[in-house]
């Protein structure tokens, strides 16, 4: 990844009336990655990427992108940003290919209308209208305005919304071919399970304030949640001492002998020494680790997922 600062805020805060939506980040974001935004709705997740667009002014601190300040440098910002909206109202009148060509016309330079729409799978619908799209195909559409420019960096508010399995992979597709070129993407996301998979970096935003900022796998490996694991062996099994080394056991599943463990890398070892001691071939072991969503219900607690302030 680049050493190049592409996004920082310092004590960034935004307040609407007595609501607080952002209590004083202060983040830094490189250049060359895929950083996501997770929180509940009315995290303030969609006024902070609102704010880095430009769309939103901060009641205090200080936001730079792309070394530009977004609420006094909008149009030369713009030149280098690319936007998707959480919701955007489309000309009804225009064809998909007619849409990208409206906004490419917007730009000094951009991409060829045809290989945006071969990007986000829309080349059969190019002449027809895009009131008349699906919804998922309609969020493709606003993905596709948002590369027409090949802007350096992207921002995404929840774009897989609406999307089947499989627009949703070709999408992410999408998002990491702009990795590849060096390009920055920023997503919202309601999909724990797409940040774990997609993002390089994941930040966790619980009202207004950053709960988590890690890797997925530095993350998921501060959670206090317990493994599991399976072991099915060859004969008569003796767990004592898997239980000395912590392990607490959980009964039969079939052939497999079920445990809980906080401590997987002790357990295999237990484990190793067991089967030596007592005669015993390791027929199959299963082990499921916790996961990026339990980190995340583990930091939100009881934070309703609907509290009314989806805008925020």
Not at 44 to 52: R, S
Not at 196 to 215: F, P, S
Not at 254 to 281: C, N, V, Y
Request: overall charge negative; proline content about 5%.
């Amino acid at each position: 990844m680049a050493d190049t600062l592409i996004i920082q805020t310092r004590g960034l805060r935004k307040e609407y009336g007595s609501t607080v939506a952002l209590q004083g980040l202060d983040i830094e974001i490189e250049a060359g990655g895929i950083v996501g935004i997770l929180g509940p709705n009315g995290a303030g997740k969609t006024t902070f990427v609102e704010t880095l667009e430009g769309l939103r002014k901060p009641t205090s601190g200080s936001v730079t992108v792309l070394g530009m300040n977004p609420a006094t440098q909008g149009k030369a910002l713009r030149e280098r940003l690319g936007v998707q909206l959480q919701k955007t109202a489309l000309p009804t009148e225009l064809t998909v290919r007619e849409m990208l060509d409206l906004f490419a016309s917007f730009y000094d330079s951009a991409l060829p209308s045809d290989s945006i729409l071969e990007k986000v799978d829309l080349l059969p619908q190019a002449r027809q209208k895009a009131a008349t799209l699906s919804g998922g195909q309609q969020q493709r559409l606003v993905v596709g305005i948002a590369l027409i420019h090949d802007p350096e960096l992207v921002i995404l508010d929840e774009p897989t919304t609406g999307l089947d399995p499989k627009a949703r992979r070709d999408l992410h597709g999408v998002i990491r071919e702009l990795r590849e070129r060096g390009r920055t993407t920023l997503l919202t996301t309601h999909y724990i399970e797409e940040a774990e998979h997609l993002c390089d970096r994941v930040i966790m935003i619980r009202d207004g304030e950053i709960v988590a900022d890690g890797t997925p796998f530095d993350l998921v490996g501060q959670s206090s949640e317990s493994s599991t694991i399976w072991i099915q062996v060859d004969g008569p099994m003796d767990p004592a001492p898997l239980i000395a080394a912590g392990v607490e056991p959980l009964g039969q599943e079939g052939e497999h002998h079920k445990f809980t463990t906080t401590d997987p890398t002790a357990t295999i070892l237990a484990l190793g020494d067991m089967l030596r001691s007592q005669g015993l071939r390791l027929e199959d072991l299963r082990l499921k680790r916790p996961t990026l969503e339990d980190v995340y219900l583990e930091l939100m607690g009881d934070v309703p997922e609907d509290r009314g302030e989806v805008s925020l």
